[in-house]
């Protein structure tokens, strides 16, 4: 090998590193922001004085930019280049961040809006790049990528209340922090603005089902149920389940930190659910496993018993991020290319936040209007058991090209 080849070889590795590096840190910031919010939200509450409604917005408003962009992310990125247009995502997140946390309960809304639109970017494109250019590692790089989500979703969710009261701007202070690590984020991926063009997705023929050919596919429903539901139980648990704690004579403090333990015990099945997944024939037990805990977890959290429920917590936890991972893996795993991952990943994600969406402020106004949370826990249970029916149909090992070649056959 001459020298040429050598340094050819060794700036590719570099490169590899680099964007692997990258897709971690855009996926540290694509929760984070938001799970920041629900150990403060009583605080932001009582502040403003907004309701228990008006506050599941907080969670709510995110959701809702993700069904609006998702399924335009795919061809955004074909006309900049998906590199460019995560670029772009990261300076409209840091946006967002900065401006949510100024002295304006308009601005707290619009940025929260905004840092939504920007996440639903990183959400759809980072699978399809992952099955891009890590096609014989994407269960690992999916694990990453889940890990570096769920653990800093954890830390944000355990230190927003000590920073809210060690920082004399409070719950304001609490949530500008974040901006860090958007901006850290968006320095790393600034190098792979290199690839430009080249690298974005394909709009050829063949390349992968048409935007419509995609949404007629029962198979592509069945992720995409998958998918909603198990984001609208996490997020329901992200900005409920401290309330609900302290509701059961939790402390404030203790409550905030049962929400980072939920997430924290997330990362080793965040991890090795992509692994399992891309070695199995078919996913379906491991869906079965997953939906199972958290209906025991939810079910414990309904008993109400005290003791038990750090127990509670981690089965909610294990299974959340099982099943995050899971849904991320059927977008590779039902598809044959980047480009029909990526029509995969904006429908599901489109449709399934749009349905997540519902949960957090449904969830806020059942309460208010029940004056307990007997009703929202069991409607949680019921959605869990409607998850692993879902579930069982998305783990079939199948393509969805192949469906679409045997419904027009």
């Known amino acids: 090998m001459n020298t040429d080849q050598a340094l050819s070889r060794e700036g590719g590795r570099t490169g590899i590193w680099l964007l692997a590096l990258g897709i971690i840190l855009v996926a540290t910031n694509l929760r984070a922001p938001i799970t920041a919010v629900g150990p403060i939200i009583g605080e932001i509450r009582d502040h403003t004085g907004i309701t228990n409604t008006v506050a599941g917005l907080l969670t709510t408003l995110p959701l809702l930019a993700f069904a609006l962009l998702s399924p335009l992310a795919p061809k955004i990125s074909r006309s900049l280049g998906p590199e460019q247009t995560i670029l772009y995502s990261l300076i409209v997140l840091l946006t967002g961040i900065l401006l949510r946390s100024m002295h304006s309960v308009w601005l707290l809304f619009f940025g929260t809006a905004l ?85 974005a997705i394909p709009a050829r023929a063949g390349a992968g089902p048409t935007a419509g050919s995609v949404w007629k596919s029962s198979l592509a429903w069945k992720v995409t149920l998958f998918m909603g539901m198990q984001s609208l139980v996490f997020y329901v648990g992200i900005a ?155 783990g079939k090992n199948v393509y969805l090209s192949a469906e679409e070649k045997r419904l027009a056959s």
């Open 115 to 199: 840092l939504g639109l920007a996440i639903a970017i990183g959400n759809v494109l980072i699978p399809s790049l992952i099955k891009r250019d890590f096609p014989q590692k994407i269960g690992v790089m999916t694990g990453a990528y889940s890990v570096g989500m769920n653990l800093f979703a954890a830390i944000a969710s355990g230190v927003s209340i000590p920073i809210a009261h060690a920082l004399s701007s409070g719950w304001r202070g609490s949530l500008i922090c974040w901006a860090l690590l958007a901006f850290l984020a968006l320095l790393v991926w600034i190098p792979q603005l290199r690839k430009g063009l080249r690298t």
């Open 240 to 394: 409920w389940i401290p309330q609900i704690l302290q509701d059961q004579g939790v402390s404030p403090s203790a409550a905030g930190w049962m929400l980072f333990l939920m997430q924290f015990v997330s990362l080793p099945g965040s991890f090795l659910m992509p692994v399992l997944a891309g070695r199995a024939s078919n996913q379906r037990l491991l869906v079965a496993f997953t939906t199972g805990l958290m209906i025991l977890g939810y079910a414990g959290l309904l008993a109400g018993h005290t003791v038990l429920m750090p127990l509670w917590i981690v089965l909610i936890g294990i299974a959340g991020g099982s099943c995050f991972s899971l849904a991320v893996m059927f977008f590779a795993l039902r598809t044959r290319s980047a480009a029909e991952s990526a029509e995969l990943s904006g429908m599901a994600q489109s449709v399934g936040y749009l349905l997540a969406a519902l949960g957090p402020t449904l969830f806020g106004f059942i309460h208010d209007v029940t004056n307990g949370w007997t009703i929202p826990i069991f409607l949680l249970l019921v959605v869990s058991s409607l998850l692993l029916l879902v579930g069982l149909g998305a």
